[in-house]
């Protein structure tokens, strides 16, 4: 029973290609986010959607882009990717307002080459 | 803005033995939550344990405690009796209520347990 499942948890592409990555919750939460870990291990949120709707956008490049059919889902898809791409994309999904419960997936390491 | 610091570089500790992970943060904001994770070498990243800003006692979760102290803002993860599998690397994180709320992460500690 995986509460937060992302899917590629490996992905390596060629500069230029258009890709996926696919995130599910089955926690009932409000909330998804998209973080990016860096090779120096920092998190830093990407967006952040509440009800299927995008609260937060930290000045991502708009080859990024989310989209979330349900509030269950929170897919990111990126046209034309760059070797700065390269880094491990985590999903996580947590309660509304009262922000107790934060849960992520296992992270998708993306490489582009 | 909210910061959350975390300044200790890699951490061993004995196995068996308690260890303490330091995490200072700072906000305006009068409603928080602080959070800790723990990302093994296999990269996962797993929550450990919550602590609200307005509970009065400090949260605990098996082997983990939150050494929360407001006024400081501080809020120290103690890691008891720590095992070989305790080696990884822990990031404390805060989110304010609301909304518009984000996580926003320390740059995370290593710790390894020595047999």
């Known amino acids: 029973d995986t509460a937060v499942s992302q899917t590629p948890k490996y992905l390596v592409t060629q500069m230029g290609n258009d890709k996926s990555i696919k995130c599910e919750q089955n926690l009932g939460h409000d909330t998804m986010y998209w973080y990016k870990q860096d090779s120096k291990k920092f998190l830093k949120i990407m967006f952040s959607?509440?009800?299927?709707?995008?609260?937060i956008n930290e000045t991502v490049p708009n080859r990024f882009s989310p989209k979330s059919p349900d509030k269950a889902h929170l897919n990111l898809h990126i046209n034309s990717l760059e070797l700065g791409d390269s880094a491990v994309y985590f999903c996580a999904s947590g309660t509304d307002m009262s922000n107790t419960e934060a849960f992520f997936g296992q992270g998708t390491r993306l490489t582009v080459v | 803005a909210q910061k959350i610091t975390q300044t200790q570089p890699g951490m061993f500790v004995q196995e068996k033995e308690a260890v303490t992970l330091d995490c200072t943060y700072d906000?305006?904001?009068?409603?928080?939550?602080l959070f800790w994770y723990k990302q093994p070498s296999s990269g996962e990243m797993i929550f450990l344990i919550y602590?609200?800003?307005?509970?009065?006692q400090n949260a605990t979760e098996g082997r983990y405690s939150l050494n929360f102290q407001k006024a400081r803002k501080s809020a120290n993860l103690v890691i008891s009796a720590s095992q070989l599998g305790d080696s990884a690397m822990y990031f404390c994180?805060?989110?304010?209520?609301?909304?518009?709320?984000?996580?926003?992460f320390g740059k995370g500690i290593t710790l390894s347990v020595r047999p």
């Open positions: 994180a805060m989110i304010d209520t609301g909304a518009n709320s984000k996580l926003t």
């Open positions: 959607y509440n009800n299927k709707e995008l609260i």
């Open positions: 906000t305006s904001d009068q409603s928080y939550g």
């Open positions: 602590q609200g800003s307005y509970d009065e």
